[in-house]
């Protein structure tokens, strides 16, 4: 069992996230794709797999299978930090007093349930905005608890990677249950393919959340744009707003635009 993972460098970082979604990475691919020589993705690479992160396969390498699942929760919790808090801070400014929100097990939300404890202080107005949660991982009850934030928990079956849970017994409680506003994320996007992750049960809990809610909000980081992954979690037709912490494109932004979906670029 692995602990505490070594500090890697931005391009190893990105290596592990590609490898956890695409299961094999090859060489020629990722020299193309971070303009580098061959050579150094393969230091990389040896890095990595001298560490027990990857093992080497024919032009590349892929995940441990033993390891994917620690590794997936510790690289989402690390992975483009400054992007999901941007992220997470304009999707503050869109909940209003008195409201009941639900957030998914994404470490997006996460980062957004780390800012909830501001708004109960003292604002612009001179008061605080008083907000309840509907928590659906393990990782975001602890910090709603530890800021004194009004939290509802839904159980379930657990899923380690993402210390959330799914199955029935969670889309069936979530099923009496309305929240004003649904916050939620996902491995990859596209207009075509939508928003989409490669865990089907993980998949189902999200697509029952999204259905509880009055809004539903895509909290997306720039990273997870253009690309796409196992199933689709929701479409267009599904969401009200799109937030991300770099402008998206010319032709996404037409379509999120004909969609009538509100794109926020956080400052």
Do not use: W
Not at 101 to 123: E, F, H, I, M, N
Not at 209 to 215: E, K, W
């Amino acid at each position: 069992m692995m602990t505490e993972l070594a500090p890697l460098s931005a391009r190893q970082q990105d290596i592990l996230r590609r490898a956890l979604i695409d299961k094999v990475v090859r060489v020629r691919d990722l020299a193309a794709g971070f303009g580098v020589h061959e050579m150094t993705v393969r230091r990389d690479l040896d890095a990595l797999c001298e560490s027990g992160r990857l093992s080497r396969v024919h032009g590349g390498a892929q995940l441990l299978e033993r390891t994917s699942e620690e590794l997936s929760q510790q690289l989402r919790a690390g992975l483009n930090v400054d992007a999901k808090e941007r992220v997470a801070r304009a999707a503050l400014e869109l909940i209003q007093d008195g409201e009941t929100v639900a957030l998914d097990a994404s470490t997006t939300c996460l980062a957004l349930a780390r800012l909830l404890p501001s708004l109960q202080g003292p604002g612009l107005q001179g008061h605080g905005r008083q907000v309840q949660v509907i928590a659906c991982s393990l990782d975001a009850a602890q910090v709603l608890a530890a800021g004194g934030v009004p939290f509802l928990m839904v159980g379930g079956s657990f899923h380690a990677p993402a210390r959330s849970f799914v199955g029935s017994f969670f889309t069936d409680a979530l099923a009496r249950l309305h929240p004003d506003r649904v916050f939620f994320s996902a491995k990859a996007y596209t207009p075509d393919t939508g928003f989409t992750d490669a865990h089907l049960p993980e998949v189902g809990a999200k697509q029952a959340l999204i259905r509880s809610g009055a809004v539903a909000v895509a909290l997306l980081d720039s990273s997870k744009m253009g690309r796409r992954s196992l199933a689709t979690i929701a479409t267009h037709a599904d969401i009200d707003v799109l937030i991300t912490d770099a402008p998206p494109g010319e032709a996404v932004c037409a379509r999120l635009e004909a969609d009538d979906i509100r794109l926020i670029v956080a400052p």
